[in-house]
């Protein structure tokens, strides 16, 4: 497909407008920033190719990113694993991002998709393909977790 | 904006590269779409061992042109998750997932099943600790896999118990098995088997992990094994007897507030089946079944509602205030029926999933189960694949089978639930006298009387962090129930109790 000017502009627009909160959520969700870089540039990449083609680009590309970044995760044979030295940050971001490591993965999605983005239970659950149900419990378990995870950071 | 909310905004700290320039140069990768279940199995068969991109080509390739214009990359298949005695796992929803507690209750001695002192009768098959939990991809039944029965063919399952006696530990201490899935032979017969422990402060609880897998199994079900694995979660729970007395399909999983719920099918001792609305924390305070239903000839249209639930926080619907409390509704339809509406006209329409239940409990009909708002007035309509009402019924009067557990422990259970929604509001049960208690709950009656009394709640012994709530059943028992908040402890008794330390009594009684 040809990518035309419009189309990369407004791709570039939501971009701009989403790229660094998502690209915090990935990195949030993986504790990879190599993931993170790779699944958000690959679903705007599959964007700009699509154009027209997507309704509600802002939500496709939360998902497809989503998406890709959990298949790295499961090709990679591994849950998840933080280096600490190899992306730099805060140190109040990196307690929640140690934090977050200790959640399993799909409440790490839950928590960072609805805590940290905002979307609403639903659009969580259509975002990584499961039920309302299933993302309730994990953000009950999940939060119930991390409040004591940062608790015992605080304490 | 609480403090959960302010901690993750820390991640609005951390430096975001500047992707535009390289996605600007990037050829997109080959779409990835979701495969039919059937073509799963093939595509993870032939796979094995191949890379993300070229199982994202089988892909495209096997599920055929006619979807060439969908989205995209590695989703999921659909999942189920359910939280059974506080222990919570995510499987495909296709997969057969059973509450065992039933079972584990009637192994172990009560009342203090989860000791060191678990007495195991010798001739018990299950050796595998107290089962609580298994899924598995084909119906194996309502048993526990851990009777020495190795999985044959393609079948794969994973079985949770709470892990006691002889295999608790080494002879050194240390654990029996790794955290990880370890090829090994034990309890349940070759297979993996893991350590797992939910902890909260000093206090722990082990339990026992095993994963059997037939010869054939298809990579794709090893995974999901190993994903339903991955996705176990331990809550420290009292193990209290269950409301039921067999194990029962899980047949979906439903968060309500703090508290996690299944909805579980049972063969009915007189024909059809039973569907009971279980808390997947505390599994006797089960507080509506329908019983004996989805029987040939039986209406089209069957359901229940739950008492009151307290949600964590307040839930908004159409129309109404945001309120911060809901009641589950559940329900069997025959096969006449493609979709359910729950109409209230002050809040909405609402269509609730319907789902299967397992062919070997030899019925037709499936269930369907949603959370509604607390409101009275509304519809519950099932329609056919052509959109004509099969059934409908008004959602103030559930179906005649609708069969409450035992009334008195139902009623006090629904009564607290009422105190608690009202502590809720103030941080105080002062105030909670039955003026407002039948405000809350309407359904039952409330006083103020020293003496248990049938068919009416007794509120006694409020405080600030206290309450104490009794009634007699019709047999002439006393029943109380209390709840400190202070401490954070609910306490349940067979007494006609004027302290929250009078309060106790056979709590085997409440199951």
Same mark, same amino acid.
């Given at each position: 497909?040809?990518?035309?000017?419009?189309?990369?502009?407004?791709v570039?627009?939501?971009?701009?407008?989403?790229?660094?909160?998502?690209? =915090?959520?990935?990195?949030?969700?993986?504790?990879? /920033?190599?993931?993170?870089?790779?699944?958000?540039?690959?679903?705007?990449?599959?964007l700009?190719?699509?154009?027209?083609?997507?309704?509600?680009?802002?939500?496709?590309v939360?998902?497809?990113?989503f998406?890709?970044?959990a298949?790295q995760?499961?090709?990679?044979g591994?849950?998840?694993?933080?280096?600490?030295?190899?992306?730099?940050?805060?140190?109040p971001?990196?307690?929640?991002?140690?934090?977050?490591?200790?959640?399993?993965?799909?409440?790490?999605?839950?928590?960072?998709? /609805?805590?940290?983005?905002?979307?609403?239970?639903k659009?969580?659950?259509?975002?990584?393909g499961?039920?309302?149900g299933?993302?309730?419990?994990?953000?009950?378990?999940?939060?119930?977790?991390? =409040?004591?995870?940062?608790?015992?950071?605080?304490? | 904006?609480?403090?959960?909310?302010?901690?993750?905004?820390?991640?609005?700290?951390?430096?975001?590269p500047?992707?535009?320039?390289?996605?600007?140069?990037?050829?997109?990768?080959?779409p990835?779409?979701?495969?039919?279940?059937?073509?799963?199995?093939? *595509?993870?068969?032939?796979?094995?061992?191949?890379?993300?991109?070229?199982?994202?080509?089988?892909a495209?390739?096997?599920?055929?042109?006619?979807?060439? $214009?969908?989205?995209?990359?590695?989703?999921?298949?659909?999942?189920?998750?359910?939280?059974?005695?506080?222990?919570?796992? &995510?499987?495909?929803?296709?997969w057969?997932?059973?509450d065992?507690?039933?079972?584990? /209750?009637s192994?172990?001695?009560?009342?203090?099943?989860?000791?060191?002192?678990?007495?195991?009768?010798?001739?018990?098959?299950?050796?595998?600790?107290?089962?609580?939990?298994?899924?598995?991809?084909?119906?194996?039944?309502? $048993?526990?896999?851990? &009777?020495?029965? #190795?999985?044959? %063919?393609?079948?794969?399952?994973?079985?949770?118990?709470v892990?006691?006696?002889?295999?608790?530990?080494?002879?050194?201490g240390?654990?029996?098995? @790794?955290?990880?899935?370890?090829q090994?032979?034990?309890?349940?017969?070759?297979?993996?088997?893991?350590?797992?422990?939910?902890?909260?402060?000093?206090?722990?609880r082990?339990?026992?992990?095993?994963?059997?897998?037939?010869?054939?199994?298809?990579?794709?079900d090893?995974?999901?094994?190993?994903?339903?694995?991955?996705?176990?979660?331990?809550?420290?729970?009292?193990?209290? @007897?269950?409301?039921?007395?067999t194990?029962?399909?899980?047949?979906? %999983?439903?968060?309500?507030g703090?508290?996690?719920?299944?909805?579980?099918?049972?063969?009915?001792?007189?024909?059809?089946?039973?569907?009971?609305?279980?808390?997947?924390?505390?599994?006797?305070?089960?507080?509506?079944?329908?019983?004996?239903?989805?029987? @040939?000839?039986?209406?089209?249209?069957?359901?229940a509602?739950?008492?009151?639930?307290?949600? &964590?926080?307040?839930?908004s619907?159409?129309?109404?205030?945001?309120?911060?409390?809901? =009641?589950?509704?559940?329900?069997?339809?025959?096969?006449?029926v493609?979709?359910?509406?729950?109409?209230?006209?002050?809040?909405?329409?609402?269509?609730?999933?319907?789902l299967?239940?397992?062919?070997?409990?030899?019925?037709?009909?499936?269930?369907?189960?949603?959370?509604?708002?607390?409101?009275?007035g509304?519809?519950?309509?099932?329609?056919?694949?052509? %959109?004509?009402?099969?059934?409908?019924?008004p959602?103030?009067?559930?179906?005649?089978?609708?069969?409450?557990?035992?009334?008195?422990?139902?009623?006090?259970?629904?009564?607290m639930?009422?105190?608690?929604?009202?502590?809720?509001?103030?941080? #105080?049960?002062?105030?909670f006298?039955?003026?407002?208690?039948?405000?809350i709950?309407?359904?039952?009656?409330?006083?103020?009387?020293?003496?248990?009394?049938?068919?009416?709640?007794?509120?006694?012994?409020?405080t600030?962090?206290? *309450?104490?709530? #009794?009634?007699l059943?019709s047999?002439?028992?006393?029943w109380?129930i209390?709840?400190?908040?202070?401490? %954070?402890?609910a306490?349940?008794?067979?007494?006609?109790? /004027?302290?929250?330390?009078?309060?106790?009594?056979?709590?085997?009684?409440?199951?």
């Open positions: 497909m040809r990518v035309t000017r419009d189309v990369e502009q407004t570039e627009s939501v971009y701009r407008e989403q790229g660094t909160r998502l690209w =915090r959520a990935v990195f949030a969700y993986t504790g990879d /920033h190599e993931v993170a870089d790779d699944a958000v540039a690959e679903a705007f990449t599959q700009l190719h699509r154009g027209d083609e997507i309704r509600e680009a802002d939500k496709w939360w998902k497809v990113a998406r890709i970044a298949g995760l499961k090709e990679r591994r849950e998840r694993s933080l280096q600490e030295d190899s992306y730099q940050m805060p140190e971001a990196l307690d929640v991002m140690r934090a977050l490591a200790r959640l399993t993965p799909r409440q790490r999605q839950a928590i960072v998709l /609805h805590h940290y983005a905002d979307y609403s239970v659009d969580v659950a259509r975002i990584v499961t039920s309302g299933a993302v309730r419990v994990h953000l009950s378990v999940g939060r119930k977790r991390l =409040r004591e995870l940062l608790e015992d950071r605080d304490g | 904006m609480d403090d959960l909310d302010r901690d993750l905004r820390m991640l609005d700290s951390i430096d975001a500047d992707l535009w320039r390289d996605i600007a140069r990037r050829s997109p990768r080959p990835v779409r979701v495969p039919s279940p059937g073509r799963r199995t093939v *595509i993870a068969v032939f796979s094995l061992g191949l890379s993300f991109l070229v199982l994202a080509w089988a495209i390739v096997l599920s055929g042109p006619g979807d060439r $214009t969908q989205p995209i990359a590695p989703a999921p298949a659909s999942e189920r998750t359910a939280t059974v005695l506080g222990v919570t796992l &995510t499987a495909p929803s296709s057969t997932i059973v065992l507690w039933p079972l584990a /209750h192994i172990a001695t009560w009342p203090d099943p989860a000791s060191s002192k678990i007495d195991i009768p010798p001739d018990i098959r299950d050796r595998g600790g107290l089962p609580v939990v298994q899924v598995s991809n084909h119906d194996l039944g309502l $048993t526990s896999a851990c &009777t020495g029965i #190795t999985p044959t %063919g393609d079948e794969a399952v994973l079985y949770v118990a892990n006691g006696g002889p295999y608790l530990v080494n002879p050194d240390s654990p029996k098995w @790794p955290q990880d899935l370890t090994g032979d034990g309890p349940c017969g070759e297979g993996m088997y893991a350590y797992r422990d939910a902890a909260s402060g000093n206090v722990s082990p339990y026992l992990v095993f994963a059997g897998l037939g010869p054939d199994v298809p990579a794709a090893r995974q999901s094994v190993l994903d339903a694995f991955g996705s176990l979660d331990f809550a420290l729970v009292d193990l209290l @007897p269950p409301a039921e007395t194990p029962g399909y899980v047949l979906d %999983g439903l968060q309500l703090d508290d996690e719920y299944t909805l579980e099918a049972r063969s009915a001792s007189d024909g059809g089946v039973d569907i009971a609305f279980v808390n997947g924390r505390q599994p006797e305070v089960s507080s509506v079944r329908l019983a004996g239903v989805g029987r @040939p000839g039986d209406p089209d249209l069957q359901f509602l739950s008492g009151l639930v307290r949600l &964590t926080s307040p839930e619907w159409p129309g109404i205030p945001p309120t911060n409390v809901a =009641r589950a509704m559940f329900g069997v339809v025959s096969d006449r493609a979709t359910v509406e729950v109409r209230m006209p002050s809040a909405g329409t609402f269509e609730p999933p319907i299967p239940i397992p062919s070997s409990l030899g019925t037709s009909f499936s269930v369907f189960d949603i959370h509604v708002p607390p409101v009275t509304g519809t519950v309509v099932a329609l056919d694949a052509g %959109g004509n009402v099969v059934a409908q019924a959602v103030e009067s559930p179906a005649p089978s609708a069969s409450p557990l035992p009334e008195a422990q139902s009623s006090l259970r629904n009564a639930t009422a105190a608690l929604t009202y502590y809720t509001d103030g941080a #105080t049960f002062v105030g006298d039955p003026k407002t208690a039948v405000s709950e309407p359904s039952l009656a409330f006083n103020a009387s020293p003496v248990a009394q049938e068919g009416e709640i007794s509120i006694r012994e409020v600030r962090s206290t *309450i104490l709530l #009794t009634t059943s047999d002439g028992l006393a109380c209390a709840d400190d908040q202070s401490t %954070g402890t306490t349940y008794g067979r007494s006609d109790a /004027h302290s929250i330390g009078e309060c106790s009594g056979d709590i085997s009684a409440w199951g």
